[in-house]
């Protein structure tokens, strides 16, 4: 694709997806996805366990690579980004991994503060930006304590203050409720929802259907590894 034609289309289309396969071995967990997803959409990946939403997120964030097709996010073609330059591409995305992904050795204000300090903000700026996080998903109580002294639902919402906290352009949340009761799954789906007010792009994968009833947003049906409408 030439470069003049991917600059027209990254104005309102954040991620871009052609005709994309993921196999791994021998067995394809992702055959020929071609989808658009909007500057300041809410889409859903909705598919059972399986379908492979996970596996989606991992090459949307550039986890994994494609086995064909292509992947432009913010204009960026992922095919041509070099391992050097990956990083300034995940400054633009935040993720709520599957399983959290918090690191046992650091507290909760850590845990987030660490997505600032790698993309050298003063300490100043990460003490008032990380605190004011905590109190927005409400764990300021909680900011000295390790993951492993935090109930699922508290560790997600840690998970979810970490994604963020850098006020990324995209949000990707891998099954954030999860682990949740409904009220937790509430507040949870009430942030990422003040982010895409404030203009950021969320995308949520989530095997429960029942999610998008309360707070709408596009659907992009999966099953087996393919869109079906
Ligand atoms: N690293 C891997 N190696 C082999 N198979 C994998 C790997 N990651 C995912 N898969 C397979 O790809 C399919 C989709 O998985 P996944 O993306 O985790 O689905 P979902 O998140 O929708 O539950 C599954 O069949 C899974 O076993
Ligand atoms: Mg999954």
Not at 187 to 196: E, G, N, R, V, Y
Request: charged letters at 30%; aromatic letters at 8%; one cysteine or more.
């Amino acid at each position: 694709m030439d470069d003049k034609l991917v600059e027209d289309i990254s104005k309102d289309s954040i991620v871009r997806v052609f005709h994309l396969y993921k196999r791994f071995g021998g067995k394809c967990a992702l055959y020929d996805l071609s989808f658009d997803i909007k500057r300041n959409e809410f889409v859903y990946f909705i598919g059972p366990s399986g379908a492979g939403k996970s596996t989606l997120f991992e090459l949307l964030y550039k986890k994994i690579d494609a086995s064909e097709g292509q992947i432009l996010v913010d204009g960026i073609n992922y095919s041509r980004l070099s391992k050097k330059k990956v990083p300034f591409l995940r400054r633009k995305i935040g993720v709520v991994f599957q399983d959290f992904k918090l690191i046992p050795t650091k507290t909760v204000f850590e845990n987030v503060a660490l997505v600032l300090e790698v993309s050298g903000k003063k300490k100043s700026y990460i003490q008032k930006k990380v605190r004011s996080v905590l109190r927005i998903i409400g764990l300021e109580s909680k900011k000295d304590s390790y993951p492993v002294g935090l109930s699922g639902g508290e560790q997600q919402r840690v998970a979810v203050a970490r994604a963020v906290v850098g006020e990324p352009q995209i949000i990707f949340a891998d099954e954030p409720t999860g682990s949740l009761d409904s009220e937790s799954a509430e507040t949870i789906m009430d942030l990422l929802k003040s982010f895409h007010i404030k203009g950021a792009t969320v995308i949520v994968a989530t095997h429960d259907s029942g999610l998008i009833e309360k707070t709408g947003g596009r659907i992009i049906n999966l099953k087996d590894g393919r869109i079906i409408m």
